[in-house]
């Protein structure tokens, strides 16, 4: 069945550093994949999407490019600041439905000033 | 716009009771989903709703139930609850649609003792 696969936190890293989070998955068919941000305290809010191969999804200085042939979703960001951290997972879509996701176990992120 | 709220926060029940849980979507949204959360995982999916049926369900048991209103909020009922059964409960709300994004709500932490 299909399945989301991200790195093991967590990942600590100090203010302005670069991050990787990284994200495979199994799927057959072309899912959507996500990325998910979950803020202490807080729900889940999603961070940003890619529905077809080779988009790129941006928001808030983070991106993640939808690679098909390495059937990967690594998030990306530059310069990373003490209110990135949180929990963060990848999640991929099954058939048409936006709701059905299918989620990674998420990977906390500790940013140091 | 009111966002996805969801009663009560925290929750403890004894092993073989019954619970139900509560969520209000987001303004203007006609659509329900339901995740199970255990602690350091991934979101579960459990069942979603729309136009007060249910249209979608992961690998959960019978005793896993719901329902929606007209108002499109909904509630989650278990029955015979199993200590396994501990974990948080997400709902997320969204327009029906493809490309529309999940909105969640902060869950509710049902503890089975």
């Known amino acids: 069945g299909n399945s989301v696969t991200q790195m093991e936190g967590p990942v600590t890293l100090s203010e302005e550093a670069f991050l990787t989070i990284n994200c495979t998955y199994t799927?057959?068919?072309?899912?959507?994949l996500f990325w998910y941000v979950q803020y202490p305290g807080e729900g889940l809010q999603l961070l940003l999407k890619a529905t077809k191969a080779d988009d790129k999804g941006s928001n808030k200085g983070f991106e993640a490019t939808y690679r098909k042939e390495t059937t990967s979703f690594h998030l990306e960001k530059g310069s990373v600041q003490v209110s990135d951290s949180a929990v963060y997972f990848c999640?991929?879509?099954?058939?048409?439905?936006?709701?059905?996701?299918?989620w990674g176990a998420g990977t906390k992120l500790i940013i140091k000033p | 716009e009111t966002g996805v709220t969801q009663s009560p926060t925290h929750l403890i029940k004894t092993r073989g009771q019954q619970v139900t849980l509560r969520c209000s979507s987001q303004s203007g949204h006609n659509t329900v989903s339901w995740y199970q959360q255990a602690l350091g995982q991934g979101p579960q999916f459990i069942f979603q709703y729309y136009r007060e049926e249910e249209n979608g369900r992961g690998n959960f048991p019978p005793r896993f139930s719901g329902l929606q209103f007209p108002n499109y909020s909904s509630e989650l009922n278990v029955n015979a609850l199993e200590l396994d059964d501990s974990a948080l409960y997400l709902c997320a709300s969204s327009l029906a649609g493809v490309a529309s994004p999940l909105h969640f709500g902060n869950g509710t932490r049902l503890t089975v003792t």
């Open positions: 799927a057959t068919g072309y899912p959507s």
């Open positions: 999640a991929l879509s099954e058939g048409d439905s936006n709701y059905q996701l299918i």
